[in-house]
């Protein structure tokens, strides 16, 4: 007899490793009136079930920090060992996107199998990468890292959804770039969507107020709706980019740069 209760129960962490400064007119299409701050925090998720560790993201390395103007806290690889994992015993990675702050320190996962949706290879490396506006957010060293990992046959390609392990599954959203895959999860509390970049900010997809980096602004509002319709409730979104994360979530006993996803917000918010 299957059921919920024979799923395993992650554990789900996010790491933060990285912070900007922005203002509200960069992270809405058409700006915003109320232009005060809204900073942004970037991150890179653990999921961890006896015998198994799936890293969704890899993060951006110092090197890129220092190109873009990033305030690097700390690798993000590096980081996994403060909540008691080893990037070599990392099984499978999740790229959710190929964007600069998602895919770097592929070399630093040994062990690895890398999954990503056959759109965003086909994007990354095909024809709209002739035009600079839409290659901005990639960084060819990165891609090129992937391309080679193909020929290593640690590459997984997925079309569409897709079902990763016993309790994790794959949402091909689109959108933000034409290959982004949010991450839905089981844990303790029920089903949590780690939403990657298909919403950067709990106000993008609570207001349908898209982000402007996007390829195709349809399925970035139709994004919000799967991503409900995926989570055990709107709570159990969690977004890609919002400095809230830290504030809802309680911190790992020995990271107070990483909070616990796997357990209720410090609020409850109320269901729209």
Request: aromatic share 8%; proline share 8%.
């Amino acid at each position: 007899m299957s059921g919920l209760t024979e799923l395993p129960e992650y554990e789900v962490f996010a790491l933060r490793y990285a912070h900007m400064p922005r203002v509200r007119r960069d992270n809405f299409i058409g700006g915003d009136p109320h232009d005060g701050p809204m900073p942004m925090d970037f991150f890179v998720w653990l999921l961890r079930a006896p015998e198994r560790l799936i890293l969704v993201d890899t993060g951006f390395n110092a090197d890129t920090a220092k190109k873009r103007n990033r305030d690097l806290l700390r690798c993000p690889i590096g980081a996994l060992e403060r909540i008691g994992a080893r990037p070599e015993d990392v099984s499978d990675v999740i790229i959710t996107h190929l964007h600069y702050d998602h895919a770097g320190n592929l070399d630093r996962l040994p062990h690895a199998r890398f999954h990503i949706q056959d759109a965003e290879v086909e994007y990354a490396t095909g024809r709209c990468m002739c035009f600079e506006p839409m290659r901005h957010a990639y960084s060819v060293d990165d891609v090129v890292t992937l391309v080679r990992n193909v020929y290593e046959d640690r590459v997984v390609f997925h079309d569409g959804n897709a079902d990763l392990a016993p309790g994790v599954s794959l949402l091909k959203i689109g959108g933000h770039t034409k290959g982004l895959q949010a991450v839905r999860v089981h844990t303790r509390r029920g089903w949590l969507v780690l939403a990657s970049d298909a919403s950067h900010y709990y106000e993008n997809m609570e207001r349908q107020r898209p982000f402007p980096i996007v390829h195709n602004v349809a399925d970035m509002l139709s994004g919000y709706a799967r991503l409900e319709s995926a989570a055990a409730s709107p709570e159990h979104i969690i977004p890609g980019h919002d400095p809230m994360v830290m504030a809802r979530y309680p911190a790992h006993e020995n990271d107070p740069d990483t909070v616990l996803l796997h357990v209720p917000p410090r609020k409850i918010y109320p269901e729209k």
